[in-house]
């Protein structure tokens, strides 16, 4: 038998420049390192969700200030999760620059004498600092991803205890995304940034407790192989455990009949399928894999882990799952509705991948940072396909200078995106190949969105990072998004990469209003690329701002005609080339950008659908496009959603 995934690069030299130079080192602490907290028969699991108290700081600096220390009445309330941003009146709360702080009174239950206990917050933007009554217990840097603090030596089962987090939001040059505080004329903060969606800040995903046995399962690994008929699969697993390499365990892999399809008993093997059921885009299938470890017979902690049989792989400039041609149909998207910002919300999300599917988008990615945990595995749930971006957004100073028609400073330099911003960088990929690993919907990491890479010093910024992603991950092929501008005889990074993703904006910020001739300069140069590269080609950004409601017999900018003209000749091109292999419209929704802006209207406004969720025309044209049968890139096999 023939397995189809093979590991798709080339293997790694011993000591690769990720860790020559250093960027293999990781966090100061490993809080970062934390399996996502389940309920069952031996752990238990308590949301502490709800109604926070909240407070900004008296004085601009933490350690003077110590609000920590004190009770913080119920004079502001805020919910978790939520942005602060939006949910007050007070401008000095929406606009506030550094620390706020979150508060609450919490209890381990009783009943959890034996074992650990952790408190886990699924994100804090952009930075955290936890307390325990008076006594700082841990934090995070970065705003997307998950960190845990171990409970069990500081407060007792049964106690109460004041949890407070310090959260602050502020970017520098040396934080993924960057960004500068600046003071303005008036003499107050600023925060400055080169990213186009607003600085949403505070505890925007869930807030745990969570209990596990003394000896637990820390973490699983899984890859999968298969070949391409679902004739074979095969499940590579390994398990981390607190307790010691010879911890006895029984794997086992489960149907979603309830059947055991598959058995072992060792920390780290491979189970195989036959016939196996694969997770196809449209058509997902998971299997449980359930982690049990043993003493003396008896089962001691379990974990369960939503499995997804399935190849990815690029060949010439074809995109493979399973081994067949896969068409990229979908978008950008952000995390970003009215009230909340960017706190999870499970109605907004399934909204969200309701229309998708509503209209046949059968994949997005994640710009500009992951998402909540929650949205991977409803992906995973529902065959959808997801590009996995980190928050290296921003690394470009030469978009914002070309809108003022400034000559744009350099990137990478000393005192702006330099060594101490490469190193947040790889740790940001690091902490997101770990959450993410696991999700069957993940096809590819995206190291960094619209980043000056026809500047000199981008390939040995870039390069290092590239390796790192592949070291952490040697099964799915690694992209970034190139910005417009950074063509294929200057972009100095593209050869890095399995594939192209290519943010192009054909029509709206050049051959503005002209779509004719957009259509021309847009053909010329995807050709270019593909006579450069035999890579296949992604159109991960293309659209044009547009205020529903707007509407216009001649192609008038801003009109929900022009949009979907836009989209109609962008579409015509793409079907004219064989490498292009996916379609990902900017953006799914209107968002909301800084309001330091004159080009944008209440936030930026490509979406199809508005901020609330209402289709614009070109949501129909879409719905058209991508549930047509007779769409020519839909063929081989691929499925809408
Ligand atoms: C691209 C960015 C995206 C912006 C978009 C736009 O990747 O974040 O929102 O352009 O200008 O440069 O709408």
Redesign the pocket.
């Known amino acids: 038998m023939r397995l189809s995934n093979i590991p798709l690069l080339r293997p790694w030299a011993a000591l690769s420049l990720a860790t020559l130079i250093g960027l293999s080192s990781g966090a100061d602490t490993d809080q970062w390192k934390t399996l996502k907290p389940q309920a069952n028969a031996i752990r238990e699991l308590l949301s502490l969700d709800g109604t926070w108290n909240f407070a900004l700081p008296q004085s601009r600096e933490i350690e003077e200030d110590q609000g920590w220390t004190s009770v913080i009445p119920p004079k502001l309330q805020i919910p978790v999760p939520a942005s602060y941003n939006d949910i007050f009146t007070d401008p000095a709360i929406r606009n506030n620059v550094g620390w706020a702080y979150y508060q609450r009174h919490a209890i381990v239950p009783q009943t959890w004498s034996e074992g650990r206990y952790y408190v886990r917050f699924d994100s804090v933007t952009h930075e955290a600092k936890v307390y325990v009554n008076d006594e700082e217990v841990g934090g995070h840097v970065g705003g997307y991803t998950p960190f845990e603090v171990d409970l069990t030596d500081l407060v007792s089962p049964g106690e109460q205890f004041r949890l407070t987090v310090a959260v602050n939001n502020i970017l520098t040059w040396q934080t993924i995304p960057p960004g500068e505080v600046v003071t303005n004329e008036a003499g107050k903060l600023r925060q400055d940034y080169n990213?186009?969606?607003y600085n949403y800040a505070g505890i925007a995903r869930s807030v745990s407790l969570y209990s596990v046995p003394d000896v637990h399962v820390s973490d699983v690994t899984v890859t999968t192989e298969n070949d391409d008929e679902g004739n074979e699969g095969t499940v590579n697993y390994s398990v981390e455990t607190s307790g010691s390499n010879d911890t006895q365990a029984r794997v086992t892999l489960i149907d979603e009949d309830g059947n055991e399809v598959a058995e072992a008993s060792e920390l780290e093997g491979s189970l195989n399928v036959s016939p196996v059921n694969l997770w196809q885009p449209g058509a997902a299938y998971l299997y449980t894999l359930r982690v049990e470890l043993l003493s003396d017979d008896t089962v001691v902690d379990t974990y369960d882990l939503p499995v997804g049989v399935r190849s990815v792989r690029v060949e010439g400039n074809q995109f493979l799952i399973n081994g067949k041609p896969f068409y990229f149909t979908g978008f950008g998207k952000h995390e970003d509705s009215p009230v909340r910002g960017k706190g999870y919300d499970p109605a907004y999300m399934i909204h969200d991948f309701e229309l998708m599917k509503w209209m046949g988008a059968n994949s997005f990615r994640t710009?500009?940072y992951p998402y909540a945990e929650e949205v991977m595995e409803y992906a995973d749930r529902h065959g959808i396909v997801v590009i996995d971006e980190v928050a290296a957004?921003g690394l470009n100073l030469g978009?914002s200078a070309g809108l003022r028609g400034d000559e744009p400073p350099k990137t990478f330099t000393e005192d702006k995106v330099n060594n101490e911003t490469q190193k947040t960088h790889a740790q940001a990929l690091r902490e997101l190949i770990h959450r993410d690993k696991n999700h069957a919907s993940v096809v590819s990491w995206c190291v960094t969105?619209?980043p000056a890479s026809a500047e000199d010093g981008a390939r040995e910024y870039f390069q290092p990072l590239v390796e790192l992603t592949r070291e952490l991950d040697p099964t799915r092929p690694v992209t970034f998004?190139n910005?417009m501008g950074a063509t294929v005889d200057k972009c100095l990074i593209s050869d890095l990469f399995d594939f192209l993703s290519l943010?192009r904006y054909y029509g709206w910020y050049v051959q503005t209003g002209d779509l004719e001739s957009a259509e021309v300069a847009m053909e010329e140069e995807l050709l270019q690329w593909v006579d450069e590269y035999d890579k296949p080609i992604i159109m991960s950004?293309y659209g044009a701002d547009t205020l529903a409601g707007l509407h216009a017999v001649d192609e008038v900018l801003w009109s929900e005609e022009y949009q979907t003209n836009l989209l109609r000749m962008s579409h015509k091109v793409f079907d004219s080339i064989d490498s292009i292999v996916g379609e990902h419209v900017?953006n799914f929704a209107d968002f909301q950008t800084p309001h330091t802006g004159v080009n944008r209207v209440d936030g930026?406004k490509?979406g199809v659908f508005t901020r609330e969720r209402r289709p614009k025309a070109a949501a129909h044209e879409l719905k058209r496009r991508w549930l047509d049968e007779g769409f020519p890139k839909l063929g081989n096999g691929t499925s809408g959603a």
């Open positions: 990213h186009d969606f710009s500009h957004v978009i969105n619209e998004t910005v943010n950004e900017w930026n490509k």
